[in-house]
């Protein structure tokens, strides 16, 4: 029996899963070492459900120094089929207002210095990310936004780019303005290579993005600070909680098939039988094939 069925990656400012039930701190032991905290593990409307903050409880570390390749591993290792990414990111759009909400479907990677695969060492895959976003899994965000009430005009914006940069530092405005002109919707430096990574693990990804500024491209509006940032964020974190809420009860409902869960039946080259035994700690984890239904 798994022992979650989805995952929330919980990013700025969103470092708890309020409602769980029966919640315990899990170690995981992973092939690239510790997660970036404890993984939280309980129910939520009766569905397994592990919580991640992304950054660590206290937020201590750097996107680059997010053990990006743990945090998926440790989670597909417990069985988790869906993740539920939540994140802060800077408006490169007018109509995209701060505290607005955006469900990206595409992204642009411009990280330097992340590990962005499982595979090497002996063991060779090329999972597509065409379509990065499990669009399955963008609708379930997208019902729970419209289910749930905000004492704001809070909008959702589907789909749109979301091009992940470096840091810590935000942007210079040439850049802003370049990431503009690439036709990018939102700025932000977490989701790349977590989403890849998602896709290698076979697990269907997607992201409740949530504007907290214009980055530093507009005119009228002062460039973005990580005070204003959070300050922002802040205001949006119950929300969050509520949409995630409810986008888990629809999916642990529907439990969507999602291309993403037979990403490596057409991405793996390498055959299973050739691996050598420390690829094969890494990669075999991933390969579960157990039904969805069965593992709940
Ligand atoms: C404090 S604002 C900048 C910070 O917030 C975003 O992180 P996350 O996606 O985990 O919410 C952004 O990518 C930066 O890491
Ligand atoms: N302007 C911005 N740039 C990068 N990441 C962000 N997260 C929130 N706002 C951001």
């Given amino acids: 029996m798994a022992k979650a069925l989805i995952g929330v990656i919980g990013g700025s400012g969103l470092y708890d899963m309020q409602g769980l039930t029966g919640a315990r701190e899990l170690q995981i032991e992973t092939p690239f070492g510790p997660t970036s905290d404890a993984i939280v593990a309980g129910r939520l409307h009766g569905i397994p459900v592990a919580f991640l903050a992304r950054h660590g409880r206290g937020h201590r570390l750097i996107p680059s120094e997010v053990p990006y390749r743990a945090n998926i591993h440790a989670l597909r290792q417990l069985g988790v089929r869906y993740i539920l990414s939540l994140s802060a990111v800077g408006s490169l759009r007018e109509e995209v207002r701060p505290l607005d909400m955006l469900i990206p479907d595409q992204f642009i990677d411009l990280t330097r210095r992340r590990e962005s695969t499982f595979f090497g060492q002996g063991a060779v895959a090329h999972v597509s990310m065409a379509d990065p976003v499990c669009p399955q899994v963008a609708d ?69 993005a949530m504007a907290t500024d214009y980055d530093c491209w507009h ?78």
Wanted: charged share 20%.
């Fill in 140 to 208: 379930c965000l997208a019902r729970a936004f419209h289910a749930t009430q905000s004492d704001q005009p809070i909008r959702l914006h589907r789909g749109g780019t979301y091009v992940c940069i470096e840091g810590p530092q935000f942007s210079t405005r040439a850049e802003s303005h370049w990431y503009r002109a690439m036709g990018a919707s939102v700025i932000g430096m977490t989701n790349m290579p977590e989403a890849k990574l998602a896709r290698e693990a076979q697990i269907a990804y997607a992201t409740l």
């Fill in 219 to 296: 005119e009228r509006e002062a460039a973005v600070t990580a005070e204003v940032a959070i300050a922002n964020l802040q205001q949006n974190a119950a929300r969050a909680q509520r949409i995630a809420a409810e986008a888990i009860r629809l999916l642990g409902e529907d439990l969507p098939e999602s291309a993403a869960h037979s990403a490596l039946a057409s991405g793996l080259v390498t055959p299973v039988e050739a691996l050598s035994a420390e690829a094969a700690a890494v990669i075999k984890p991933l390969l579960a094939t157990t039904g969805i239904a069965e593992e709940t």
